[in-house]
């Protein structure tokens, strides 16, 4: 029979054990023995030196709050235990390691620092918000959450692809007989033998991915996914009722992948050999074959609810070829199809969260027949622009976002492609010295160059020219880094 131990550090008189907190300041050493419970409110673990160690489980009412120098360390079988009945917090200025986090309070807890997972993070009742933070699981570490009730691990900062805010970070090995991955929700299986497995590193986010350029959505789980599939892998994404909203009917769920030059893509439109993938409703879960690639997965609609078809969608800065500098922004657009619709208002932002309309452009009504628009405004600033898309009943839908750097941080290289002699425009004074300016070739060894005021003469001093090919030029300007790759022509 476990041992029940009350801690009266500071005892509210009257109001029992809800009310009693564990106070560990001054480098003290507090030793919770195998097998015992402790039951309290808060724990305020600070200063440099002191110590709680627990074998065994520790519940709390209340928060966990850990300062610099204050350590917490969980035994392999014990528990840090969150039972209150309104919110709850973990709040450090360090990593907290913990065994086993159990979170059973209806009304959540929050984190406000990073957590690391030795064995098992089991959200039973409520849901853990990362709020900003990351949960790093490594390869032992296991997620349990209760998906059927929708007690999840969620994050109230991730707001979009430019504010993912925290994430689940884990590692696997990739085989053909593994199935779901540490309880997170995704599963990998590949085609072949054993010879054939492979690494995989992967972090879970949680914002809703802007899903396909004409209209759809996603689930409110997205998986980054580093590795290389050795042979077709298989992948199924699970998912939660509460990570749907706003993203349509369960019956037209894919899988969908990004792609830096496209953006979100259906699993059958992203490569050769993948597939849009197979939608059980009832289980809630996607699942497809022959993926050879990864990048970002996640599952979204694949209706089509936006009156036009969007083809393309950019930003850039008036005259950026000539190395002119303008404070003009031009934005460009082309629709294959129009269906009613009104027009566009075009938004921009500063930081990729708060949207302010800048302009109106008249669309077409309907056409079948492809359209380009056009847009011009002035911004010296960097900006982040999306298209607000409305039909003539009121209904609208969202472009994907372009970013258009600032004028401080502009960095253009002409003429590119050249015969090995090229000007670099910035508003900022660039110099080589301080690795402010380097050069390297496509194998990535870095060569010397020729450096007049702020013209580039790319072959080494003495030998002659370089042979034509791909250079990267890299470059610090305005406290930004940016890599240009420019071209030789002989």
């Not at 002191?50 to 035994?75: P, W």
């Not at 691990?153 to 689940?168: E, L």
């Not at 009722?241 to 893509?265: C, I, K, M, N, P």
Request: aromatic share 8%; hydrophobic share 35%; proline share 3%.
């Amino acid at each position: 029979m476990k041992k029940i131990l009350l801690l009266f550090c500071i005892l509210l008189a009257g109001k029992g054990i809800a009310q009693t907190s564990l106070v560990n300041s001054g480098g003290t050493k507090i030793n919770i023995g195998t097998g015992v419970d402790v039951k309290v409110h808060h724990v305020t673990n600070t200063g440099t030196g002191s110590t709680i160690t627990s074998n065994g489980d520790l519940y709390l009412k209340g928060n966990f709050n850990q300062t610099t120098g204050a350590t917490y360390t969980g035994g392999a079988s014990s528990w840090l235990w969150f039972e209150g009945t309104s919110a709850q917090t973990i709040t450090s200025d360090a990593t907290i390691a913990v065994a086993r986090l159990k979170i059973d309070n209806a009304t959540g807890v929050q984190l406000t620092q990073n957590l690391s997972i030795a064995n098992n993070l089991e959200v039973v009742n409520g849901d853990l918000d990362l709020n900003g933070s990351h949960v790093a699981l490594g390869s032992t570490g296991i997620l349990a959450e209760d998906r059927a009730n929708n007690h999840l691990v969620t994050d109230n900062t991730a707001a979009s692809d430019f504010v993912q805010g925290g994430g689940i970070t884990f590692n696997a090995t990739v085989s053909n007989a593994s199935g779901e991955i540490q309880g997170t929700g995704l599963t990998l299986t590949h085609t072949g033998t054993a010879s054939d497995n492979y690494p995989v590193a992967i972090t879970r986010k949680h914002y809703k991915g802007a899903v396909d350029s004409r209209g759809g959505h996603g689930i409110e789980r997205i998986y980054a996914i580093t590795g290389t599939p050795t042979v077709a892998t298989t992948m199924r994404i699970d998912y939660a009722t509460d990570e749907t909203t706003g993203a349509g009917l369960a019956t037209d769920f894919v899988l969908y992948r990004w792609q830096s030059a496209t953006g979100w893509l259906k699993g059958g439109d992203a490569g050769a050999g993948f597939a849009h993938g197979m939608n059980n409703i009832g289980a809630r879960f996607v699942t497809a074959t022959g993926i050879t690639a990864f990048s970002h997965w996640t599952v979204g609609s694949s209706a089509t609810p936006l009156p036009i078809t969007l083809v393309r969608f950019a930003g850039e800065r008036v005259n950026e070829g000539t190395g002119e500098h303008t404070e003009e922004v031009r934005l460009t657009w082309v629709t294959a199809s129009e269906i009613n619709n009104k027009g566009f208002e075009v938004e921009m932002s500063e930081n990729g969260l708060a949207y302010q309309k800048i302009a109106f452009v008249e669309g077409r009504g309907t056409s079948n027949a492809p359209i380009n628009y056009q847009l011009t405004t002035i911004n010296q600033n960097e900006g982040y622009y999306r298209l607000k898309q409305v039909d003539f009943d009121g209904t609208f839908s969202y472009s994907p976002v372009v970013f258009v750097e600032g004028m401080a941080g502009k960095v253009v290289v002409y003429p590119n492609p050249s015969k090995g002699v090229f000007t670099i425009s910035t508003q900022s004074p660039l110099t080589p010295e301080g690795g402010k300016v380097r050069l390297f070739n496509v194998q990535g060894i870095e060569v010397p160059f020729k450096m007049e005021g702020n013209k580039i003469t790319i072959s080494p001093l003495g030998l002659g020219a370089f042979p034509a090919g791909v250079y990267f030029l890299h470059t610090v300007v305005a406290g930004k880094a940016k890599v240009t790759k420019v071209v030789v022509e002989r």
